[in-house]
């Protein structure tokens, strides 16, 4: 038998707190009046969280109503946005993308540092790994690094050149990129930072299992952030992060259940499940790239997804099929494999040469190239859907952001008939500053949870 509790005046106090401040994080300053009618509390308890809340340094006067006459009833109470910052950084193996924003979410300053790889160091990247290519930095490494306030997804201005001679000077510059952003925004301190990174991280250790496919200097700019005393340090899958940016603000904002699948360099899959993301017992969950299919040379193994699902659906597959079809496709260069897969790279960068393909052809109307890729998408997304019924699939990714709807649509339609389970296909809408965007709101939660207690 279970015995109801009634909540004790204190608890009554914190539910109502964060009630309270959920409401000014999401709705902006309001006045009292408002924070009743949204509440439904008495005009005596929104007056006494109000003034609790103002004494913990977290709410303060923020100007008056314009719809109200001046005097008590028109004042505005808003969040103390500079009460603590936090900031998202974005690793790849072609360099680093950071975001240093305040209590709200509100982008303060950017910074880029690029990593130069030579061509001989490249890797076959991770399965559900965007970046072109991965594997040791070395000294042969170069970087020039920019940093500047603006919003998320640029670079924000330019900063000064540096050239990087290996992976400690590389991650020394990306350290010092991440104060003096935080500096310039006026950031005294980092409360916590939200880092996304291609791999598999621990959910129990929240460490990077480094396959020997990563840069080495990965986990060591990693294990330089945890060094600095002050700041919480959250490590989390790269894809999972764009997962969270289109359950929150994009595509799938309407959803508690949906998987993401990130399609660029390499494949990945996010997945959430009433409203959580998933992980699964070692990370791993939404490793699709190692996913059987029909159609591959083999099947894939436990250390490389070779005859997987990234077989049909990476870049290089896209490419290569888009060749068979007799559409043009040109060549990456470096700022080309970044733009658009990449959050710190200027929007006038040339995007990646799959992401231009299939754009192009969504333009011109290559029915038989985009009817074949879509269908190379639905096979891997059917397994998601018959295992887990997310009853909505988001394309992401400089696949999914180039293909769009039409893209999308066509997968949907191929899905209805490899699927007895009834799925929305919806092209993604976070754009290519989803995993920044997915590691600030991770960043600004854990914030908020420390600060405004509670879940």
Not at 154 to 167: F, H, K, P, Q
Not at 368 to 390: K, M, N, Q, T
């Amino acid at each position: 038998m279970t015995t109801a509790r009634t909540a004790t005046p204190s608890t009554a106090r914190a539910i109502n707190d964060r009630l309270a401040l959920d409401l000014l994080l999401e709705r902006g300053p309001l006045t009292a009046s408002d924070l009743r009618a949204l509440t439904g509390l008495s005009r005596p308890t929104v007056a006494d969280l109000l003034e609790r809340l103002q004494r913990s340094g977290l709410v303060a006067h923020a100007g008056e109503s314009a719809a109200l006459r001046r005097g008590p009833n028109a004042r505005l109470y808003g969040l103390v946005a500079d009460r603590a910052h936090l900031a998202g950084i974005d690793i790849r193996a072609s360099g680093v993308s950071l975001v240093v924003a305040d209590l709200t979410g509100r982008t303060l300053g950017t910074a880029t540092i690029a990593a130069s790889l030579p061509a001989a160091s490249a890797a076959p990247a991770v399965d559900g790994e965007e970046p072109s290519g991965s594997g040791d930095a070395g000294a042969t490494e170069s970087a020039g690094c920019s940093c500047g306030s603006g919003g998320a997804g640029g670079s924000g201005g330019g900063g000064a050149s540096v050239v990087m001679t290996d992976g400690d000077l590389l991650v020394e510059r990306t350290v010092e990129a991440l104060l003096a952003t935080a500096a310039e925004a006026g950031a005294g301190e980092l409360h916590t930072v939200a880092v996304g990174a291609p791999g598999l991280v621990d959910p129990a250790t929240g460490t990077l299992n480094n396959s020997g496919k990563l840069p080495e200097w990965h986990t060591k700019l990693l294990a330089a952030l945890r060094s600095r005393p002050g700041t919480e340090v959250i490590l989390e899958n790269e894809v999972n992060l764009a997962g969270i940016a289109e359950h929150r603000i994009g595509a799938a904002k309407d959803r508690r259940d949906f998987a993401l699948i990130w399609l660029g360099h390499g494949v990945g899959a996010s997945v959430i499940l009433d409203g959580r993301l998933r992980r699964g017992a070692s990370g791993g969950t939404g490793e699709i790239g190692f996913l059987p299919v029909p159609g591959t040379i083999g099947l894939p193994d436990s250390k490389k997804c070779d005859g997987g699902f990234h077989s049909t659906v990476s870049s290089a597959a896209i490419c290569e099929l888009a060749g068979r079809h007799g559409l043009k496709v040109e060549p990456d260069t470096e700022e080309g494999t970044r733009a658009g897969a990449e959050p710190g790279v200027e929007a006038g960068d040339r995007e990646p040469a799959a992401g231009a393909v299939v754009r192009r052809a969504v333009e011109s109307g290559a029915d038989d190239f985009l009817d074949e890729l879509a269908l190379r998408i639905a096979v891997g997304a059917s397994a998601i859907c018959v295992v887990l019924d997310p009853g909505c699939v988001v394309l992401g990714g400089e696949i999914g952001q180039a293909g769009g709807p039409e893209l999308a649509s066509r997968v949907e339609r191929h899905l209805s008939r490899l699927s007895p389970l009834a799925t929305e296909v919806r092209a993604g809408t976070a754009g290519g500053g989803a995993v920044l965007a997915g590691a600030v709101l991770t960043a600004g939660d854990a914030v908020r949870r420390e600060l405004f207690g509670g879940d």
